[in-house]
């Protein structure tokens, strides 16, 4: 028999449900394949080892029996939640973010706490507390971020499920470097209670699966309203695995000239190019469409992120949880001691900036301008929606980078999330899926985006083409 | 507050010393954001944070006058009430039991009153 972990959920719930496995079966195949392979790749700040003493009852669950791995910004109760800093050491949540509690009652498995960019604050999962994760592809590059732990685990095989959240392109962007899926929900459809907040009107948390029909899976329990927030919205949640239907006759989709740009590399544009050939092939209607505003979308969010960021983050002084500096002369030399040794660099980067696009003098000129920005950034993609059911473009512009190449320079990391951050700044869904290989065998992955509330679309042309292609299928060599 | 400095754009990515903000706007931004930067960290988010900006300020090329901002990507979303109703929240043990400091039911922190 094929080992249990590089099973998807589905076929593993199939063989669940003849009783040809058990979930202490799927458990101890993951545990002995992370023992031997997280030395190297790094997926995992946590692993829950004592899940498999407390498998759920609850047979008629969903997703009964299927393990899933947390980003470490995401609550689970009694289990240390870092965002990947050392300001929140120690911290056991006293309750489940919504999204584990209706993981959990569908009888899934949290299995333990996946590495990240501290705070999500970066696209390599370089600026964690506990190190960088490998790209299991090449362990000398990056494999994106924030949720690069996510991404990679599932990419190497070390869990079935995971959980991740976008900001700016946190699912979709490691997803597009491990060769794996991700989607970012429209904003409002995915509960953030218990996700700790970086940008409250950016953030979504999302599935990180390794095929279209996972994620669907995972949307079905994850999605819908939840009265502890207020910005989720109360409409009712489709059977997602119905658009798995292998059909996009007649789907209108619009490729924008504005993100075939310079500096884009090569093989990207050439796999994406492809992409859009074949999804014509199979009876899609290609139509061109402008996003005017693309090119402002990367300053519209360093300074709309970082100031929501700098207002968030000051809830970590010391005071009710993780990290304090003992021996303060005073109580704001506590907080800023604190804060000063608690926080890594490029938390404090963004805090100091998202801080200054706030103060006086500058409030205007650059945070109500870019919420101005904004309005017009959205604004495109409601005009192009006029024309299109849903836009192709490349998730990111290049392929993995090595590891500490942009370290140093932090603009040019910022705008390698080029391509993600409008779906962000615009509150639409986007996902992420394989569509090619560099010739030095690093994944590719091409993003779908589509209107709010349309992840129906989504799964429909996202499917098509995994099925029609089957890069999903392919594993790096570890 | 320090006053506002135009920007060169044409300071371009590695702009240090005609950038709208220099060593002494982070550091009054950094003590509003109660952190503390030593000399040489100063000095890189200095040039890090002036590059940064020079770049965000491309915005200023687009006439927003008539333009409403966006706050929320959800517009039809206004104020959200919840019935008035008493629920339990969490115990105050288990909210307690993450503090790096307390006692009895409260947070203890540094001494913030001088009593002589």
Redesign the interface.
Known sequence: MQEPYLLTAHELQAKIGKDEISPSKILESLFKRIGDLDKRIKAFVRLNEECILKIPENKKGKLYGIPVLVKDNICVKDEETTCGSKILK???P??DATVIKRLKDEGAIPIGKANMDEFAFGSSCETSCYGPTKNPWDLERIPGGSSGGSAAAIASDETILALGSDTGGSIRQPASLCGVVGLKPT??RVSRYGLIAFAS?LDQIGPITKDVQDAALMMNTIAGYD?MD??S?DIAVPDYTRSLTKDIKGLRIGVPKEYFIEGIDKEVESSVKKAVFLLKDLGATIVEISLP?T??A???Y??VAPAEA?SNLARF????????FEN??????????T??KG?GNEA??R???G??CL????YD??Y?????????I?EDFDNAFKNCDCIITPTSPTAAFKIGEKMDD??SM?LSDIFTISAN????PAISIPCGFTKGNLPIGLQILAK?FDEETLFRAAYTFEQSTGFHRENPKL | ????IKISLSAG?QGVTRVG?DKK??KS??F??????DEKELEI?SR??A???S????????D?KT????????AA?KN?F?KDILKKS??LD??L?????KEGDS?K????IECK
């Open positions: 120690g911290f056991k006293p309750y904003y409002g009107s009265e207020s910005t919205v505003h090119q402002y990367v300053s519209t360093y300074i700098s002084d010391g005071v009710q949880y993780g990290f304090r303060a002369s005073d109580l704001i030399d506590m907080y800023i001691k804060r000063s926080f404090k980067r805090i100091l900036l801080t200054y103060s006086t003098g500058y000129a650059y109500l301008k870019a919420q101005k920005v904004r309005t017009k959205k932090p603009l910022y700044l615009a509150g639409i709010p | 507050m320090v006053s506002y990515r903000i706007i982070v931004v950094a509003l954001s109660r952190i503390e930067l988010y890090q944070l590059s940064i900006v770049y965000i300020n491309k915005l200023k090329e687009i927003t333009v409403p901002p966006t706050s929320h990507p959800m979303l959200v919840r969490l115990e288990d909210v039991k993450n503090a790096p400091s947070f922190v540094p001494q913030i």
